[in-house]
């Protein structure tokens, strides 16, 4: 049931398409598709879905229940989770034929005590080391150590793995710093141990050509929005659109206020109209009076706060009918016109990112699939 005609529209197309591009743009690197968060609001299971059927069998999740989400929905390929879990669930991850982020020293002790003697061959371990970040990872001149520790009681690494801090910043220092500890790092281990995965990319750094490593962990780019600020990548297009209705249609007079509060006064009489949308479905309250909608494919701005369940527009500069029940696009396109998610991200000094990610289970996903 949809009973207020809401819902993200995930288009899976352009999903597939982000894919192949990007398949191209990195060779001989392969993809890890980044599907935490529900796939950053999208869907874990869909996304994963169309991943697997465009050859991509690689998945990277930050907690163990989204891999078990996406084990139990029969999504094909490695799953690596990244960050903590609580050590008790080592054999079942184990069972479950999952990878594990191994960022501290301290960690492999705990595991080690939960951990079946002959599970122990079968844990599937990659290593965060950190360049930088200082959020999780093993300090770079630790790591050497605790890989040949590692070995030498009988655990199996398979990957090792960083990331950048600053990717999106063009010509970052920094990032250049990260990129040559990384490698030099990569080079002497392989010296001695075969690593299959060795990945540090994630989509800002991806662009820029980077052998280091046998894997790019794309994320934000996979779903057709800008990674980097200064450049624009026209090649991919948005998954994600938000799409209401029209609930209200009223005329307020000269002086009259709107909404909580008394925060916007008419300075004229004009056409209001209502929408079911409020910032329990993840439609910030920081939109209150700074921003708009797409109402008959004209920008209409956003008057009064922005209610937990709905808020209202100004659409007194449309010259055609409108009526209750009319598509409203609170972002994606409509006619001719666009609502960028980088630009409602800019109105409230956030990213792309967390627009798209906080969108709550309220709001039905909708894919569609035009072949
Ligand atoms: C989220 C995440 C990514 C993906 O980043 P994008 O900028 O979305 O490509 C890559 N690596 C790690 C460790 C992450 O947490």
């Not at 991850?93 to 939960?114: A, C, H, M, P």
């Not at 050497?144 to 690494?157: A, F, S, V």
């Not at 307020?252 to 056409?271: L, P």
């Not at 309250?285 to 922005?306: E, H």
Request: glycine share 6%; aromatic share 10%.
């Amino acid at each position: 049931m949809n009973s207020r005609n809401t819902f993200l529209e995930i288009n899976l197309n352009n999903y597939v398409k982000n894919i192949s591009f990007f398949k191209e743009k990195i060779f001989p690197r392969k993809i890890i598709s980044v599907v935490k968060a529900d796939a950053y609001g999208h869907g874990a299971v869909e996304i994963s879905k169309a991943a697997n059927n465009s050859g991509v069998y690689n998945f990277v999740v930050a907690f163990f229940e989204e891999a078990i989400e996406l084990k139990d929905n029969g999504i094909v390929g490695e799953i690596l989770i990244l960050n903590y879990f609580n050590p008790k669930y080592i054999n079942e991850i184990v069972d479950r034929g999952i990878s594990v982020t191994l960022f501290s020293e301290s960690q492999l002790k705990e595991w080690t005590s939960f951990l079946k003697e002959e599970n122990k061959q079968l844990l599937k371990i990659h290593l965060n080391i950190d360049t930088g970040m200082n959020v999780l990872g093993i300090k770079i001149d630790e790591a050497y150590e605790i890989i040949e520790n590692l070995y030498e009681n009988g655990y199996c690494l398979e990957g090792i793995y960083s990331h950048y801090t600053n990717a999106d910043i063009i010509d970052s220092k920094f990032y250049k710093k990260q990129k040559e500890e990384f490698s030099a790092f990569v080079e002497k281990v392989s010296s001695k141990h075969s690593m299959k995965y060795i990945h540090i990319s994630n989509s800002a750094a991806s662009i820029s050509n980077n052998i280091d490593e046998n894997y790019v962990r794309l994320g934000i780019y996979s779903y057709g929005l800008q990674a980097i600020p200064e450049i624009f990548l026209g090649e991919i297009n948005p998954v994600m659109s938000f799409k209401s209705i029209i609930s209200d249609l009223k005329k307020i007079k000269k002086s009259d206020t709107v909404g909580y509060g008394r925060t916007f006064t008419a300075r004229r009489s004009m056409n209001l109209a209502s929408i079911p949308v409020g910032y329990a479905d993840g439609y910030d309250r920081k939109f209150s009076n700074n921003g708009d909608v797409l109402i008959k494919g004209k920008k209409c701005p956003i008057v009064g706060r922005i209610c937990m369940d709905q808020f209202v527009v100004n659409i007194s500069d449309i010259n055609e009918k409108v009526s209750i029940g009319d598509e409203v696009v609170l972002f994606g396109n409509q006619k001719n016109e666009e609502i960028k998610v980088e630009n409602l991200a800019e109105r409230i000094n956030t990213l792309n990112y967390e627009i798209i990610s906080r969108i709550s289970k309220r709001v039905e996903r909708r894919y569609i699939n035009i072949k």
